[in-house]
C-alpha cells in the first residue's frame, strides 16, 4: 500500500480513538481490524432472525465517561446515547423486592447517604461497618490508593471492620458488576479508585446506547477516509516487524506495512503477546501476562411481551451463585422505531442479560443458560411465567476486560513503551479508570498524544480525571480522626444495632 504515517492494530473504541486524533492531526493512518465490522468489544450487528441489534453483550455508560464522550462527539452520534431518569443510578432486585438506587442534590458524598440508609437488603450493623472504611477511601491520594494493590478488597475492608454481609452486598456488587471480579480476589486499589469516582460525586448518571453498539462508531471509516486514512477490516496482523524498534507489522498475506512514525496496538495482552518479535523480550512485555481475560456470556430472550413492568435495567443484589449479574429491556431503551417501523416502546420485550466472570459455566449448553437466565428473570416478573421465549440468542465472549486482581493494578502499563515506534492503546493500559468504553477510549487518546509529543508536537487529546469533589475531599480529611474516634465509635454503634461478634 502507498506510504503511512501510523499504523494502527485494531479498531475498537481505543484504536479508533487513537485513529481519530491521529488524522485530525493531518497524519496518514492506517487502521487494521481483523473482523469484517469495527468497534471490537463494543461491536453489534443485526439478528438474522429478528433483524433487531444485538450488541456483543449489553454495555452502560455512565455521566464520568468524558472521553469516550469526545469520541463519540467527534462521530457524530453521541446524541444517540439514551439516560435513565436523572439521579437514578441502578434498580436491586432480590426476589420479588425491588430498591431504587438513587442520589439526592446534596453535596457528595451525602449525596449517596439516603440510598445506603434505606436499602433493606442490610442492616443498620452493617451500614454503620462501612462509614469508616468509606471515609478512609476519600482521604487516599494516588500513592497510597495504589499500595493497596497487594491485598485484596475483602481484606482491605475487613481490615477496617466492615461486616460481611456488607462486604457482600454493596463491596461485592461493586466488585462483581464493574470490575468483573469477586470482591475476595479483586485488587483493593482498582476497588477503592472506583469507589472514589462514584461517590466522590454528587451524582452519577446511568445510560445506554439506543442503538447497536457498534453503530456509535461505525461513521469513525468515513470520518477517517475524509481525512485521508484508511480503515481496512478483515485484515489480520501476524507480527510486528524490526528489532531495536518497531518497523511496522506484517499482515497474514505475507504483506509489510512499515510506517514512517510508529505503530499502535490496541491488542489485548492475550493477542499481542504471541505477536511479539525475540528481540524485545527485554522490553518487559511479558508481565503482562499476568492480565487474564475476565470471560462473559451475554443472553439475548425475545419475549411474546411485554414481561419487565416498563424497566428498563435492573440487577440482583449479588451473590456467587447467581447466573446474571445484570438485565436490560431493550424495549424500554430504544427510541424511534425498529426496523420494521414498530414503536419500539409498543414491541414485546426484548431482553438482554451479563453472565460476569463466565469460566465458572463453561460445562452449560446455550440451553441451559436461557433457562437459567428464564429462571432468573421469573422470580421477580410473574409475565415471564406465562410468556414464551420466541427466540435467543447466547453470546460467550473470551475477553470483555482483564481480570482486575491483587496485583494487577500496577501492572497496566503506560502507552509510550520500552521499544521505539510501539504505542500501547486498550483499556487495560494505565488510564486511571476502571476498564471500561471509558479507559478504553482515554487510552486511544493517551497513545496518540505520545506518538505525537515523540515527534516534537503538543498534543492533549486525552482528557484528565480532576479530583474527586471539595466536599468530599473534606470527608476524606477526617480519616485522621478514624483510629481514636470514627472507627470506635462506628464499632459501638455496629454493637448496638445488634451485630453479632463473628461479624465485627
Known sequence: MSEVDV??????????????????????VVVLESRSIL????????????????????????????????LLEKLQTLEKIVWQPWRHFVTFVQGKVDYHIRTRPLPAPASWGPASI????????D???TVPAAVHCLGLDEEELMKLDGQSGAEFLRGLGVTEDYIRHFWGFLSHAILNVPVEEVSAAALVRFFRRLVGRSSMEMGFSGCGLGELL??????????????????????????????????????????????????????????????????GFRSLEALKPCKYISVYLWFDRKVT??????????????????????????????????PWKERPSFVGSNIIDSGRLADMTDEEIVQGTLREMQERFPKALEAKVLHSVVNRIPMAIHRPVVGTESLRPDQATEVPG??????????????????AARSGFLAAD???????????????????SLSARLVGKLDVLRPMLLAPLFRGLVRLSGAPKSKL
Open 7 to 28: 499504523a494502527i492494530v485494531g479498531g475498537g473504541v481505543a484504536g479508533l480513538a487513537a485513529a481519530v486524533t491521529l488524522a485530525e492531526q493531518g497524519l496518514k
Open 39 to 70: 468497534g471490537g468489544r463494543a461491536r453489534s450487528w443485526v439478528d438474522g432472525v429478528t433483524r433487531d441489534p444485538v450488541h456483543i453483550g449489553p454495555h452502560v455508560v455512565v455521566s464520568e465517561y468524558p472521553n469516550f464522550f469526545k
Open 118 to 125: 434505606f436499602d433493606p437488603f442490610v442492616t443498620w450493623a
Open 127 to 129: 451500614k454503620h461497618s
Open 218 to 283: 461505525v461513521p469513525a471509516k468515513p470520518f477517517l477516509e475524509k481525512l485521508g486514512s484508511t480503515v481496512r477490516t478483515s485484515t489480520e496482523v501476524r507480527g510486528f516487524l524490526g528489532s531495536e524498534r518497531c518497523e511496522g507489522v506484517v499482515l497474514d498475506s505475507g504483506e509489510e506495512i512499515r510506517p514512517k512514525l510508529g505503530v499502535i496496538s490496541s491488542l489485548p495482552p492475550q493477542t499481542f503477546l504471541p505477536l511479539v518479535p525475540v528481540a524485545w523480550e527485554g522490553a
Open 309 to 342: 413492568e416498563g424497566m428498563q435495567m435492573w440487577a440482583r443484589t449479588y451473590s456467587k451463585d447467581d447466573l446474571n449479574c445484570e438485565f436490560y429491556d431493550f424495549s424500554e431503551i430504544y427510541p424511534g422505531k425498529d426496523a420494521q417501523g414498530q
Open 422 to 439: 510501539l504505542y500501547l492503546a486498550g483499556c487495560w493500559t494505565r488510564t486511571e479508570f476502571p476498564s471500561s468504553m471509558e479507559s
Open 450 to 468: 505520545a506518538l505525537l509529543r515523540g515527534q516534537g508536537r503538543q498534543s492533549q487529546a486525552a482528557i484528565a480525571y480532576g479530583p474527586i
